[in-house]
């Protein structure tokens, strides 16, 4: 087999799919250069098609907190596979994962299993909807919910804007009941609730933001955002498809002291395989079909080798509770980060919290979408590429999260701030 450079392969990528990826940011549009085609990925470190060895802070986008193909986790996958790959049957495999979920996330008591996060956003809105028979969700700028059709909506500038759609392809009429509201703005809540509250259905918020690159709530917000729901009879849903069991074994929401009505997971809860869970009281869940009149359903929902990799995956994080390690190698690398990019003089600031954390260039502080958006993105795009042709492979968009995971080695952390000295900001 002749070895095809990232070039070749992108071009004949671009032949058979749609820009040459199967989910957009892969394309690298917003850092620039061709995308890297991976061949395979061990540990934290992933190999391409050209023979370059990256160490990895992408995580496949966060599910890989145990590394890539973890021993326990693929010799789980492999002896479920054995036993057949998918039933369109109720398995016991479901019931446990199901268990520990529920055992581990405080506010839910039932859960529905699905293929992705997407889908457990979808259905974690519809039980809302069907649950107070209310039409209007609020919705954070600059917060990611899954290409729900009306969760894509773009940002406004006023404080209160009804949402426009922001992509093709979805009415206007699906997201006329999207409110948008900024991300930590505890007093534009009140108005909204004061304006809509008896029409909220729910509000929808990532409890630590990861989509506008990391960033983390003020305590007051999310408080503020439980006492309106509970008084104005709205659900409260957590996106917690990156957040859980990624900055404790469970939801964000056991740190912060708030019980969420809804909590949408995935990435890590399918351990690399596709996966997604809405979970809740057992009030609001029993609303979903059969039991209730709220339709849902899935060919896969459930499949039992992703769910076998998934309670491979937190039967590990229970074990080796690493929450406290990680952080405090995340803290460490991000001081370190910042030392070196204030010796060369480089204005930036690092949101970090437990095993996440981003960089943004040129700005001072980023608490929501509003001063996220004034980073400078050709910066990050300069050391995206340098760290890519060193050997770190970082997400490709400067609004993303960094993920680091029990895998990366002290070494692994050196090496990296080692190709962080090299860099030649004249050059960028
Ligand atoms: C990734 C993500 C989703 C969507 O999950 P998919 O599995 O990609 O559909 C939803 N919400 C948040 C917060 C996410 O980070």
Redesign the pocket.
Known sequence: MTMQTHKQLFAKAKRYIPGGVNSPVRAFQAVGGDPIFIEKAKGPYLYDAEGHKYIDYCGS??PMILGHARKEVLSAVKAVMGRGTSFGVTTRLEIELAERIVKAVKSVEKVRLVS???EA?MTALRLARGATGRDKVIKFIGC???HVDHMLVQAGSGALTLGTPSSLGVPRDFTKHTLLLPYNDKAALPRAFAKYGDQIAAVIV?PVA??MGVVVPEPAFLKKLRILCTKNKSVLIF?E??TGFRLAYGGVQKGLGIDADLT?L??IIGGGFPI?ACGGTASLMDCLAPQGKVYQAGTLSGNPVCVAAGIATLDLLKELKPYRELARNTAELCREIGVRLNGKGMSHTINQIGSMFTLFFGVEKVTDFGSAIKSNTARYGAYFGHMLHSGVYLPPSQFEANFLSTAHSERDLARTLKVIDAWDMGAA
């Open positions: 986008w966060g992705s996060g997407t956003v990611y919910h899954g990532e990861g989509n996106d498809v990156i949408c995935g990435k997604g």
